[in-house]
């Protein structure tokens, strides 16, 4: 017999997991098990309460040009902005989704989305280094209710390149989006 608890902490390994490889799927493991004991219980997509979807850098900035409620959340941390740059956009919201430099999750993260008066169908699309906290925060945005929210798949700086830099392979920088360091 498995305990219950490390089906649970089984779970939550391969939803991490998920989240590294950045894994697109159309289901999703939920926490919780059958009850009937069979296992672990598979949602699709549609049905849960994940974000719409990854959307490259592109297709991210053409949204935010041809939609004026479209708004750019970038879920990095006060260093990542100064040090490394920020998107050069209009409607564009700095907030972190983990807070530096003890990168614990922003217990305010959603509040303070909330905060800003948008309507739950507005389009959020959210923006980290690399893809992953901001699929974390789109979800999180998505669980709280609103329901428009896109991830940027490669993110701000993309993935790393064969000599380990960031910035050449893909992402907001590599597409010669406009940017600006401070």
């Known amino acids: 017999v498995v305990m219950p608890w490390v089906i649970l902490l089984f779970v939550l390994f391969i939803e991490r997991l998920a989240v590294i490889v950045k894994k697109k799927t159309d289901v999703q493991p939920l926490k919780a098990f059958a009850a009937t004991g069979q296992g672990l219980l598979w ?50 919201v700095r907030l972190s989704w983990q807070v530096y430099p003890t990168m614990d999750v922003n217990a305010s993260f959603v509040e303070e989305v909330k905060a800003m008066g948008l309507a ?6 959210c923006l980290c280094r ?3 906290r901001s699929a974390s925060a789109a979800t999180a945005l998505s669980q709280a ?15 790393k390149d064969a000599s380990g ?18």
């Open 120 to 125: 739950n169908d507005a389009e959020i699309i």
């Open 165 to 182: 830099h960031r910035a050449h392979v893909n992402g907001w920088k590599a597409s010669g989006l406009p940017w600006a360091q401070s």
């Open 43 to 92: 949602k699709h997509k549609e049905d849960s309460f994940m974000y719409k979807g990854d959307i490259s850098p592109s297709e991210a900035h053409q949204r935010l040009k041809s939609n004026p409620s479209a708004v750019l959340v970038d879920v990095r941390t006060q260093p990542e902005w100064t040090f490394v740059g920020v998107p050069q956009v209009d409607r564009l």
């Open 130 to 132: 690399s893809g992953a």
């Open 145 to 159: 209710g609103f329901n428009n929210c896109w991830n940027v798949a490669s993110g701000f700086e993309g993935d």
